[in-house]
């Protein structure tokens, strides 16, 4: 969010966590949430009187259920959308802001989890241009591939006009890839890095498939 958050400086110290294995946020990206556990609840309640700074980060095998292993890294988002629905749940927006490395848990005075963020080493994810990336052809091509072997359809006007960055981040954050894929697309060290990522988890799964249903794209 350029203008708002400029160095890691100005990034909160320590955020509350949302595990939720196999949906990604990525700076730059969108990403709606419906909340309705109550720990969840208590957590926005919090953020919207704060810094409305939420990490999300998926999971790693072991740990209690209630309380599982994360990630090493996840990315933080602040709320730009809120409502309240009739029965009691919150429909939020998301904006990626930054990634960080997830420090010391905090002792749990709240239902939910909080950490100390460690944003160094991301704040290239702060500035409104990611750099450049390679002629978007490869990627289109195994797009094409991968919907065509699934059964999908897009707008294909609208995914060839799209910038280089949205194009990439809205097909990592939208596309059916298991949470270890989805980290590896957030863990890639530059945009050119997760293109390329993107690109071969395209082209493994139009060529080996596998047992998800065929879904339309929104």
Known sequence: MPGVYRTARDLPLVIPVFPLDGVLLLPHGQLPLNIFEPRYLNMLDDVMSGERMIGMVQTRPGGANEHPRLAPIGCAGRVTSFAETGDGRY????????????????????????????????????????????????????????????????????????????????????????????????????????????????????????????????
């Open 91 to 218: 429909l939020v927006t998301l904006t990626g802001v930054c990634r960080f490395k997830l420090g010391e848990e905090l002792p749990a005075r709240a239902p939910y989890r909080q950490v100390r963020a460690d944003f160094t080493g991301f704040e290239a994810d702060l500035l409104e241009s990611p750099g450049s990336v390679a002629e978007p052809g490869p990627l289109l091509a195994a797009l094409r591939r991968y919907l065509d072997h699934r059964g999908l359809a897009i707008d294909w006007t609208s995914a060839e006009s799209a910038p280089s960055e949205a194009l990439i981040n809205s097909l990592s954050m939208a596309l059916p890839f298991d949470p270890l894929e989805k980290q590896a697309l957030l863990e890639a060290p530059t945009l050119a890095d997760r293109r390329e990522t993107l690109v071969a988890l395209l082209e493994i799964d139009a060529t080996l498939g596998d047992d998800d249903e065929p879904t339309s794209i929104q």
